[in-house]
């Protein structure tokens, strides 16, 4: 399973890197945005507020790629460490945001990433992330594009796929 993610984020780095053995920042927030459900001007904002505020294009590497990607993997455990935070009313520091993911995943984020990601998902750039910043937009993209509205059983997935069908028999 590991080889198959691995090869799964290989391919989607490899799209934007175009065979060079980093990506830029703004390939980075595109990836991370890409399954989202944010319309146009709020897509657009988070690529400007990043482009305003990374002055050193250095690019991500796939090995920072992987391990933010792993990240994700696990982030209903970060989620539930952001939301201590959240209920206290304090936002997480950078320091704060690698120790939680070390101690999620094992794994610890390069200082360039976790500046990248403050830089796409701060709003006001106070220096520290709050969970309607960064779990909600996060948790859009685990679906990666199969989230769905519609009940998937029972009688209300019936109810719709029936409609459905009737449309288009019209």
Not at 14 to 29: C, H, M, P, Q, R
Request: with cysteine; net charge negative.
């Amino acid at each position: 399973m590991d080889n198959l993610q691995t090869e799964v984020l290989e391919l989607e780095f490899y799209e934007f890197s175009k065979g060079n053995l980093a990506i830029t920042e703004v390939d980075f927030a595109k990836i991370l945005l890409r399954y989202t459900y944010l319309d146009t001007d709020e897509y657009d904002m988070f690529l400007d507020r990043l482009l305003d505020r990374v002055k050193d294009e250095t690019g991500v590497s796939f090995k920072e790629f992987r391990d933010f990607c792993q990240f994700l993997n696990n982030l209903e455990d970060f989620s539930i460490a952001m939301r201590m935070y959240t209920l206290a009313d304090h936002p997480i520091s950078k320091d704060e945001f690698t120790r939680a993911v070390k101690i999620c995943t094992g794994l610890t984020l390069s200082k360039h990433l976790v500046d990248t990601v403050f830089a796409i998902f701060d709003e006001d750039g106070d220096g520290l992330l709050s969970y309607k910043e960064f779990i909600a937009i996060m948790k859009d993209r685990l679906h990666r594009g199969f989230k769905s509205t519609a009940k998937s059983e029972g009688w209300e997935a019936f109810k719709h796929c029936l409609k459905q069908e009737m449309k288009t028999q019209t």
